[in-house]
C-alpha cells in the first residue's frame, strides 16, 4: 500500500497566490486531517474530515479551505497565500474512533511551501 | 480543550547515555497518548502509543513510555541511546470525546546524539 501520498513535496508562491495540497490515501481511513508545523510549535491542526462530505476547523484554519469529496481525497486549498503561511504541511488519516487504533495518525511525508 | 507540553526543546547526549523526555498533557478525560518521531528529512512515525492497561508501554528501537495519571504526564525514555536515535520527539494526545481522531501534539524536542 502507498499510505498516505501527498503533492507537492515542495512549492514556492508568491504572496496572494493560490493553490491545492494534494493529499490522498488508500486504506480506507474515515478520518484525515492536515497539520502545518513549524519550528518551536509542533503540529497544529489546520483542518479536518470524519469522512466523505464532512470537515471541520482545527486550531488554524485561516487562509484555508477543504473539501472531502471522496474517502480517499482530502485536499488543501490556500486562497490567497501569506508569508505567514510558509510551513511544512502533513497530511495524516486515521481509521475511525470505534477502530483499535483510534487516534494513532498515518502521516504524509509533508509538503515545504514557501511563500515570498 | 486539551493541550501538550514537553519541556525540553533541545537536549544532546553521547552514545550510550540515558534518555528521558518529559510530556505534560492537560485534559479533564479519558485520553490515548503517543509518541512520534520525526528522522531528519522524514515524515513522522509511530513510536509508541498508549491507550488502556499498563501504563508502562514498550515500542520500537527499545523506546518506552510511562503513563502517570496523578501527574498527567507520559514521559519517554530509552536506557542506552544510539547516533541513529537523532531526530525530533513528539508528544501528542487525543482525548475522548474529541471528534476526528484530533491529535494535539507538544512543541517537540530536538535530540542530538554525538558519536
Known amino acids: 500500500n502507498a499510505g498516505v501520498t501527498q503533492t507537492p513535496k515542495f512549492q514556492v508562491l508568491k504572496t496572494g497566490q493560490s493553490m491545492t495540497l494534494q493529499c490522498a490515501q488508500d486504506m480506507n481511513h474515515e478520518y484525515m486531517s492536515w497539520y502545518r508545523q513549524d519550528p518551536g510549535m509542533g503540529l497544529r491542526l489546520i483542518h479536518y474530515s470524519v469522512g466523505a462530505g464532512i470537515t471541520d476547523q482545527g486550531e488554524v484554519p485561516n487562509g484555508y479551505n477543504v473539501s472531502r469529496s471522496t474517502t480517499e481525497d482530502f485536499p488543501l486549498r490556500l486562497l490567497s497565500a501569506a508569508p505567514s503561511q510558509t510551513s511544512v504541511y502533513f497530511c495524516a488519516s486515521s481509521y475511525s474512533r470505534e477502530g483499535g487504533s483510534a487516534g494513532e495518525l498515518f502521516f504524509g511525508e509533508g509538503s515545504r511551501l514557501t511563500v515570498l | 480543550a486539551q493541550s501538550v507540553s514537553q519541556h525540553n526543546h533541545h537536549v544532546i547526549l553521547s552514545e550510550a547515555a540515558s534518555l528521558e523526555l518529559g510530556c505534560n498533557y492537560s485534559y479533564g478525560g479519558t485520553v490515548n497518548l503517543f509518541w512520534y518521531v520525526q528522522y531528519p528529512g522524514q515524515h513522522l512515525q509511530l513510536l509508541l502509543k498508549?491507550?488502556?492497561?499498563?501504563?508502562l508501554v514498550k515500542g520500537i528501537k527499545g523506546f518506552e513510555a510511562e503513563f502517570i495519571k496523578s501527574k498527567f504526564s507520559f514521559n519517554l525514555r530509552k536506557p542506552s541511546v544510539q547516533w541513529s536515535d537523532t531526530a525530533e520527539y513528539f508528544c501528542a494526545v487525543n482525548g475522548f470525546g474529541n471528534a476526528g481522531n484530533m491529535l494535539t501534539f507538544g512543541g517537540g524536542t530536538r535530540l542530538m546524539v554525538k558519536p
Open positions: 498508549y491507550f488502556s492497561g499498563d501504563p
